[in-house]
């Protein structure tokens, strides 16, 4: 059954080249913070909120592909060259960006990063650009 | 030929009724910009019909049914070219939606969408003068002065953000309702001072933000009266304004708080916001919360405008509620302002030397070199006191308070 709520992104950022433990001081932070966001992820089942989270391996094992020319160009590395980059994310469904962003809190709180909250274009908003 | 009568009934329920008509079709309709445009549309109808056919018995009820008319009208047209269909069945539903929970107002939910903190500061009061004052794009385009384009873009954009991200048209939950009201707060006392401090320049329209601030300050103390904070607001927007045609000399000069002529003061402001300032007070004593900034900044400028005379000043009742304040806000503004009352109660030696303590916080700020250097020169320190008031005068942004300065700095023996 497909959902009429509206759907979020939420995207965790971290360092380009982590260190021993990724972005955490020791091996216990890391096991702690491990341990609360599977404790959030299961809360977000419970709740009815989960589609989907995962964490990503670095971006340095990241390849960039254009295929639009005749040959795809096939490329080492991430699209963009930044300081830190995506590290892990959830895709979501709440009532709204209020209850998306008191998700979000709790979200940072656990994985002990910033959150992005991004909302996904809706069949309404998709209608629109077809029209415009 | 419009008679003045209906004119000043336009401008009225323009005044009184564009939030009411804006926030009703955005629940109704769920979408901002339709609100907006058919608002927008029943005025202009309003200015065309009114005249002609005489003020109705009701206007809000007029303004809300021919803006509904407007915006039905709208779906239909778009329902026509095979879109929104699910908007076009909105049509028939001439019933307004049952209320959920407590019954609101419609406007206290709008409040709370254009002052969203998803919302860049400067989108939240664009928004709000925009949904809730009823400004149009190109008045507060000039009022914060910006290209019309820009201010239209900003405005489109965070309507954009709105209706993608899902920013709902309600009031928060319990538990962050005072957070976020903090929040609406700061963006009317932010349009306020844009008008206030503004209001020393050559420019009308920019003081007419600080009527647009006291009507939304009203408005939301009608929504929340109960809460001290958006009582106290109003109290200290009120006080203030008070004092507007007292602070600006014929000549354009900005005339300081002990100088000016207290009788060209506002009364009936002065009167209104002490009533508040005490109604407060009431509450406070009855158990109420503890008085917040907006409260507390309040009750100093009461303390001010009871003083028939600058002399007459209660200056430690001032001392202490700064002190108060400096309790909840520890900013060092606070302070100084703190200890431009000390100076008046233990004299110039004692304050300079705690704002001297802010040198390292505050060097950037012209209000910081102005009190110095008005102590210092109290202390017949000529020669510091015209460094300080070099240093203000290239620091202070509004041009009747630089001709303030150079005529005290040039006054040094």
């Known amino acids: ?132 | 030929m419009t008679d003045p009568s209906t004119e000043s009934a336009i401008t009225r329920a323009h005044h009184e009724e564009w939030a009411r008509v804006v926030a009703g079709l955005a629940r109704r309709f769920g979408d901002l910009d339709i609100a907006e445009d058919a608002a927008a549309e029943a005025f202009v109808a309003a200015v065309e019909r009114w005249p002609l056919d005489g003020i109705p018995p009701n206007p809000g009820g007029w303004l809300t049914t021919t803006a509904t008319r407007k915006a039905i009208d709208r779906l239909r047209r778009e329902a026509r070219r095979g879109t929104k269909h699910e908007e076009a069945a909105l049509m028939n539903d001439e019933t307004p939606s049952a209320p959920t929970g407590p019954v609101t107002d419609d406007r206290l939910g709008l409040v709370f969408t254009c002052c969203h903190p998803a919302l860049a500061m400067e989108a939240r009061v664009a928004l709000t003068l925009r949904l809730l004052g009823g400004l149009t794009v190109a008045e507060i385009a000039h009022a914060f002065l910006v290209q019309e384009t820009t201010m239209a873009q900003r405005i489109t954009r965070a309507k954009a953000k709105i209706k993608a991200a899902h920013i709902p048209y309600r009031v928060p939950s319990e538990s962050d309702l005072r957070e976020r009201l903090a929040g609406v707060l700061a963006v009317i006392y932010l349009v306020f001072n844009e008008g206030y401090l503004a209001s020393a320049g050559e420019d009308p329209l920019r003081g007419e933000l600080t009527a647009e601030a006291i009507r939304l300050g009203r408005l939301l103390r009608d929504l929340q009266p109960d809460d001290g904070e958006v009582t106290g607001l109003l109290a200290l927007m009120l006080l203030t304004d008070a004092r507007r045609s007292a602070r600006v000399s014929r000549t354009g000069e900005l005339v300081t708080l002990d100088e000016q002529d207290r009788g060209g003061w506002d009364q009936a402001l002065i009167a209104e916001g002490h009533a508040l300032v005490r109604e407060r007070l009431a509450a406070v004593a009855a158990g109420d919360r503890p008085p917040g900034r907006y409260q507390l900044l309040a009750a100093i400028n009461a303390v001010h405008t009871y003083a028939p005379s600058a002399r007459d000043t209660d200056w430690s009742q001032i001392v202490t509620l700064y002190s108060r304040m400096a309790t909840i806000d520890p900013s060092p503004i606070v302070r100084l302002n703190r200890a431009v009352a000390v100076a008046e109660l233990d004299g110039p030696q004692v304050a300079l030397a705690e704002i001297d303590r802010l040198a390292g916080e505050l060097d950037g700020y012209h209000a910081f070199h102005v009190a110095r250097a008005d102590l210092l020169r109290r202390l017949a320190r000529s020669g510091e006191s015209r460094a300080a008031y070099d240093r203000a005068i290239e620091l202070a942004g509004n041009p009747a308070e630089r001709t303030y300065l150079m005529r005290r700095r040039d006054q040094l023996s």
């Open chain 1, 1 to 132: 059954m497909v959902s009429d709520m509206p759907r979020y992104l939420m995207s965790v950022y971290g360092a380009a080249e982590p260190g021993e433990f990724g972005s955490y001081p020791s091996k216990e932070a890391m096991l702690q913070s491990f341990a609360d966001t599977g404790a959030f992820n299961e809360r977000l089942e419970k709740e009815g909120h989960f589609v989907f989270a995962d964490g990503l391996a670095e971006a340095t094992t990241a390849t960039t592909v254009d295929g639009q020319g005749d040959k795809p160009i096939v490329t080492d590395g991430p699209y963009l060259e930044a300081k830190e980059y995506l590290g892990g994310f959830w895709v979501i469904e709440a009532a709204d960006l209020d209850e998306a962003l008191a998700l979000a809190a709790d979200a940072s709180k656990a994985c002990r990063g910033k959150v992005e909250v991004r909302p996904f274009q809706t069949e309404e908003s998709f209608k629109a650009l077809l029209e415009s």
